[in-house]
């Protein structure tokens, strides 16, 4: 590992080809990655009998791209990590879209499963990203924070003396 | 006073309450505040944004806590705890 | 969740398209995952200045597919999974040659990552697969199973009453 | 006697070294055997396949321990720890 790698990141409102992700990890890294883990989070519905119709992705220009990259390179002092991409996506989704992906290539698996858990983790809690719902009903809503959210990502600080 | 001033940056569901998605702020004598003295002259300003324990601060896109020093030029966003992802 | 889902598993000598495999994870639960996880491993250098030219892969036919469903039934009945495909290549494989897949979808974040880290795990240690390097050298060598693995792999087995 | 055996298989470094990837194994009377008895068997026709400890045994394509009991008509699979994935 001649030096820490960067994560390439992008914040945008048109959608992303989750499969040219993976490849372009993949090609970065040919050879010395032996293993890829890859996340999408999805629109889905809201809540059971409330269906979402579409969703709103606000966010803070700047601070979203700064802070993403503040997390991959946290985890890129934790994990042995090869390449890193972030994507999340603004604006207006519809059900079933992509909102964001999180990959990460490393040397075995456990490294890649950690930090792309960590990123997620922490990009749900630090990014500055807010969705608003807009269900069949016609009901707009701020979707509230989540205390499991906030739970997830403090157990990597407890974790941390162990996870170098 | 001249140039004593923050900007101050409303986010989703604060943009809305407040009616506005920035502005200029001046500083009583151009000195620092901090982010809870800041949050209680909001509040006067815009009553909806109570109770605003919940609220998250950001000075110059850092998160930072309520306790922060906040400085003429800074960048400050008040926003909701964040729903990415 | 009306029902357990099962996963399409498949053993094949031919190469696998891993955006391909997202896709159908994707659509085959439009609207109610939230969250897809999936997991390449790849042909790397089997050590530094150990330069590994090509990789055999051996295998138990019927005993691997029925161990990989065996696995994919044991997270489903840990994890809240509504999708599931894993795909294990055999033969001759190249350096950077993808090796296996592993994609998980599930309506929660957590979810996906554990289910999809435990199916690795546990293919690692129970799949009748073995893997015969061949180095740039041209000497041939089996694989030696890791202790980490195992120990990777016991750790669900005591991480299961909170996991559920 | 007639029909009292088992089918073993061998997998990867364990082919090479029984020089087969299969053959029939007789029971003696027809009783059923410990995988440990078989083992001891095995590495008196294949010296090559000492120390039997590490090696793994399946039964009709499930992993078992040495202690399991093998009867007439079973598939026995014998391979070093796997390494897939």
Known sequence: MPELPTCVIAVQTHDFDYG????????????????IVCFAGLVRDF?????????YLEHYPGMCERELQA??????QRWAVQACRIVHRVGELARGDQI?????????????FQAAQF???????????????????????????RDSDQVQAQQWDTARPSAG | MNGATIDILYFARVAELTGTRSESWSLADGNPITGTQLLSQLQQRYPGLAPTDRLKLA??????????AIKAGDEVALFDPVTGG
């Open chain 2, 59 to 68: 000075v110059n896109q850092y998160h930072v806590r309520h306790d922060q």
């Open chain 1, 20 to 35: 040219a992700l993976y490849d372009e990890l993949r090609r970065s890294c040919a050879g010395q990655a032996g293993a």
């Open chain 1, 47 to 55: 809540a059971p009998g409330q269906d979402t119709d579409s969703l």
């Open chain 1, 119 to 145: 990123i997620m983790d922490a990009l749900k809690t630090r990014a500055p990203f807010w969705k608003r719902e807009t269900l069949r009903s016609g009901e707009r809503l701020w979707v509230e924070a």
């Open chain 1, 71 to 76: 997390i991959a390179d946290e985890a890129f």
């Open chain 1, 100 to 112: 964001v992906f999180a990959g990460v290539a490393s040397a075995h698996r456990g490294d890649a």
